[in-house]
T-cell receptor
Framework: GAVVSQHPSWVICKSGTSVKIECRSLDFQATTMFWYRQFPKQSLMLMAT?????????EQGVEKDKFLINHASLTLSTLTVTSAHPEDSSFYIC???????????????FGNGTRLTVT | AQSVAQPEDQVNVAEGNPLTVKCTYS??????LFWYVQYPNRGLQFLLK??????LVKGSYGFEAEFNKSQTSFHLKKPSALVSDSALYFC?????????????FGAGTRLFVKA
C-alpha cells in the first residue's frame, strides 16, 4: 500500500522549454504533497508544499514562477519547470502524506524521482 | 527553524561488522525524527521513526536508532552490516509545532559495505 507514482522517471529537454512532472498517489488520497530537489552531492532540498485546491507554499529561495505547482485533485500534483536551463538539471522527488493518517508522526511516501537533464 | 546534520558524507564498513550513521538535529520543540534509505535512481523508503518513549527504536531490515536528547542526536545503527545495506541514508526531522507535516532532511550519508 501507499504507493506514489512519479512520471516521467527521466526527461531530457532543450534549454528554454518547459517540462511537467507528475506525482500521483495510487492507493490513497493526499491533500498535501511535497516536492524535493536532490543535488549532485546528495542533499535533499524541500522546494515546496503542494496543497490540494490551494496555492503551493514555496520555501525561501525557490522561484514560484520558475517551478509551477498544481495540485488539482486529491491524488495528483504536478511540478512544471518553466523555461528550463542547464542549471535546473537535477533529480526531483515528490512525496505525499496519506490523508487517512492524520498524526504528525506518520512517515512520508516517496515517488521514485525524475531525472531532468536540460541541454 | 529546524535543521538536520549528517556529519559524514560516507561510511565504510566490512560485512558482518556493526555500523553507525550519525545524525544530529536542531528544533525548537520536541522533534519527530525519521530515517530513510535511498537506492540508486529511486525515491526514499522509510526505515524507522522516533516520536516519544523508549530512546531505542527498531525499524526495517534490522536497523535501529538511538535518540539522545541531551546530545540532540539520532544515530542509525545495525549490529551486523550486509552488502545489500549499501545505499544512501537520510536523517529527517519534523517539528509539528512550527512546521506541521513539513519534513527537513539531512545531506545524506552514503554507506558502503564491503564483502
Amino acid at each position: 500500500g501507499a504507493v506514489v507514482s512519479q512520471h516521467p522517471s527521466w526527461v531530457i529537454c532543450k534549454s528554454g522549454t518547459s517540462v511537467k512532472i507528475e506525482c500521483r498517489s495510487l492507493d490513497f488520497q493526499a491533500t498535501t504533497m511535497f516536492w524535493y530537489r536532490q543535488f549532485p552531492k546528495q542533499s535533499l532540498m524541500l522546494m515546496a508544499t503542494s496543497n490540494e485546491g490551494s496555492k503551493a507554499t514555496y520555501e525561501q529561495g525557490v522561484e514560484k514562477d520558475k517551478f509551477l505547482i498544481n495540485h488539482a485533485s486529491l491524488t495528483l500534483s504536478t511540478l512544471t519547470v518553466t523555461s528550463a536551463h542547464p542549471e535546473d538539471s537535477s533529480f526531483y522527488i515528490c512525496s505525499a502524506r496519506d490523508d487517512k493518517v492524520s498524526s504528525y508522526n506518520s512517515p512520508l511516501h516517496f515517488g521514485n524521482g525524475t531525472r531532468l537533464t536540460v541541454t | 527553524a529546524q535543521s538536520v546534520a549528517q556529519p559524514e558524507d560516507q561510511v565504510n564498513v566490512a560485512e558482518g561488522n556493526p555500523l553507525t550513521v550519525k545524525c544530529t538535529y536542531s528544533v525548537s520543540g520536541n522533534p519527530y525524527l525519521f530515517w530513510y534509505v535511498q537506492y540508486p535512481n529511486r525515491g526514499l523508503q522509510f526505515l524507522l521513526k522516533y516520536i516519544t518513549g523508549d530512546n531505542l527504536v527498531k525499524g526495517s531490515y534490522g536497523f535501529e536508532a538511538e535518540f539522545n536528547k541531551s546530545q540532540t542526536s539520532f544515530h542509525l545503527k545495525k549490529p551486523s552490516a550486509l552488502v545489500s545495506d549499501s545505499a544512501l541514508y537520510f536523517c529527517a526531522v519534523r517539528d509539528p509545532n512550527t512546521g506541521g507535516f513539513k519534513t527537513i532532511f539531512g545531506a545524506g550519508t552514503r554507506l558502503f559495505v564491503k564483502a
